[in-house]
């Protein structure tokens, strides 16, 4: 029987009259309201019946492997309700060392004919120390979710490029307690050289600083997150270095800065804005990049695939070109939270049909 969408029918009309920054912000306090009532989590996964898709990956447990991509809670303002929603994981960020507004607005836009949104965001964070306080009041408030959570780290704006290993690592330690692992963004397209960071000298110096200090009983899983505009020898150049620094996986991935044609229609105005372009039309290279990974690393390298997941289809293709885990940021907005149960239940029904315990069974042939 098909499901009526409630957040299509009656949520997405109101907040989509709104600008998206506007809609998003009503949305994440309302989530946020709803996180900090007690036993949520298990209210809701009765009510769901969230069923479990247990996933070894970076030597973590997750109870299933699709999770919400960084951006859409930078404050972790809503941390605990990632996981009511079915969630197997959550990463949260981007987080800087210092506080700092972000680029001035408007900065995010919706492009509906394409199912996509474009944003110059540019890192509106609280910064590492203020980031630190919200995450230890939902240990203390006995909230803190039991899936894994990612906290996902950029550079600050005031910091320049040279300096930028000392204020990765500033985050990173400060944050280390809280997270069960993070993720070195030097692509999102929104900061002034930030994805000049990915070039192999620079990288390596960020990731040697994270990694000297990622020693002991802290020791986390460092993942990077990287560019869907980088070529294969780009690419090639972070897996050869990631391999060096002991990374644990590659986050493909950010938004993109070129605008795709999707389809014949000629998309919405606002796909002419600057900024990181993510949905619908990112997915086709999205998935290419993952499979370049996947092969150019002989499938040794685990890598969490993201870009332009809005249902079963473009899910179970993450899987078929690599992905080990897969995350959603933009299909949220347009599809509503139940995206997430249903990819689940649809993911759970193939499993089942095609005898397979396991999505890694799908990766391509090496
Ligand atoms: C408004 C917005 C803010 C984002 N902020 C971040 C960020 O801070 N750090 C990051 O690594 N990715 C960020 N992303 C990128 C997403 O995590 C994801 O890689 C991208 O949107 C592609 O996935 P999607 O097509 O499911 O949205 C942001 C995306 C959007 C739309």
């Not at 994440?28 to 036993?39: E, R």
């Not at 996509?116 to 509106?124: K, S, V």
């Not at 070129?258 to 600057?274: D, F, G, I, V």
Request: hydrophobic fraction near 40%; charge should be positive; glycine fraction near 8%.
């Amino acid at each position: 029987m098909k499901q009526r969408n409630y957040y299509k029918a009656f949520l997405r009309p109101f907040l989509f009259q709104l600008p998206a920054e506007t809609a998003h912000n009503i949305a994440l306090w309302g989530l946020s309201a709803m996180a900090h009532l007690p036993n949520q989590s298990i209210f809701f996964r009765d009510l769901f019946k969230i069923p479990e898709i247990p996933t070894e990956c970076f030597g973590l447990h997750f109870p299933n492997p699709v999770g919400l991509a960084a951006g859409m809670d930078k404050w972790a303002s809503a941390l605990p309700v990632w996981e009511s929603l079915g969630f197997g994981f959550s990463e949260i960020g981007g987080v800087t060392q210092h506080e700092q507004p972000g680029n001035s607005g408007p900065r995010m836009f919706r492009v509906r004919s394409h199912q996509a949104i474009i944003n110059r965001m540019g890192f509106n964070n609280p910064g590492a120390d203020l980031f630190a306080e919200q995450l230890e009041e939902w240990v203390e408030r006995s909230l803190w979710p039991s899936h894994p959570v990612g906290i996902n780290l950029g550079k600050s704006r005031v910091t320049d490029l040279e300096k930028a290993p000392s204020d990765y690592l500033y985050s990173f330690q400060k944050l280390r307690k809280y997270g069960d692992f993070f993720v070195v963004n030097v692509s999102s397209p929104n900061t002034a050289g930030l994805r000049s960071l990915q070039e192999k000298s620079a990288l390596s110096r960020i990731l040697e600083a994270i990694m000297l200090a990622n020693t002991g009983s802290l020791r986390r899983p460092v993942l990077v997150k990287v560019s869907p505009d980088l070529d294969e020898s780009e690419l090639a150049d972070i897996l050869q270095v990631s391999f060096e620094f002991g990374i644990s996986g590659i986050v493909a991935t950010n938004t993109t800065s070129s605008r795709p044609t999707l389809h014949k229609r000629p998309p919405a105005a606002t796909y002419s804005e600057n900024g990181g372009l993510s949905g619908a039309p990112l997915e086709l290279r999205s998935n290419q990049v993952i499979r370049f990974l996947y092969k150019e690393s002989n499938g040794k390298m685990p890598i969490i695939g993201v870009g332009g997941i809005r249902d079963l289809k473009s899910a179970m293709e993450k899987f078929r070109n690599g992905a080990s885990l897969i995350q959603i940021y933009t299909g949220l907005v347009y599809e509503g939270p139940m995206l997430i149960i249903k990819i689940l239940n649809g993911m759970v029904e193939y499993m089942k049909r095609e005898g397979i315990s396991d999505l890694r069974e799908l990766h391509p042939k090496i």
